[in-house]
């Protein structure tokens, strides 16, 4: 099993309405090719988790990074992994407000100042149990 973690921010601000959509496309598509995953969203800033075969996780990836609605997509994490961190989701999610970030210790000042992806890219250990957090939760 293969797990791809990035980061990117969107090229506009996304309503609810976009968000539901990409969701929607999402998770037919991840359906479609055995792919589960978690997305994680915050005031233009994405995190994602792809999880399946190698060749089908890059493929979409490499798809995912030249959507001209993302910018400054960066890979965080790649590797074998003994399971899947979100086997029942073909792609969860979670706009992750205020709030969210009140209780989840330690990720406040993380992910409320995202720069340019690269304190990510620097800490893909913390954005792994930033994800693992919401792995029994979605939003939507």
């Not at 968000?19 to 589960?36: H, P």
């Not at 913390?126 to 979605?138: E, I, P, Q």
């Amino acid at each position: 099993m293969f797990s791809l973690v990035y980061v990117s921010f969107a090229a506009h601000d996304l309503s609810d309405e976009e968000l539901k959509d990409i969701l929607k496309v999402a998770r037919e598509t991840n359906q479609q090719l055995g792919i589960t995953g978690m997305l994680l969203y915050r005031d233009g800033f994405f995190i994602q988790v792809l999880e399946g075969d190698e060749d089908k996780v890059k493929a979409l990836f490499a798809r995912i990074a030249a959507d001209p609605r993302h910018r400054n997509v960066l890979t965080v994490h790649t590797g074998q992994v003994e399971s899947r961190r979100f086997p029942d989701w073909t792609m969860g999610f979670n706009k992750l407000s205020d709030s969210d970030l009140d209780q989840l210790p330690g990720f406040t000042d993380f992910l409320s100042r995202p720069d340019d992806g690269t304190l990510f890219t620097q800490n893909s250990d913390r954005v792994l149990t930033l994800l693992d957090s919401f792995r029994n939760r979605s939003y939507y």
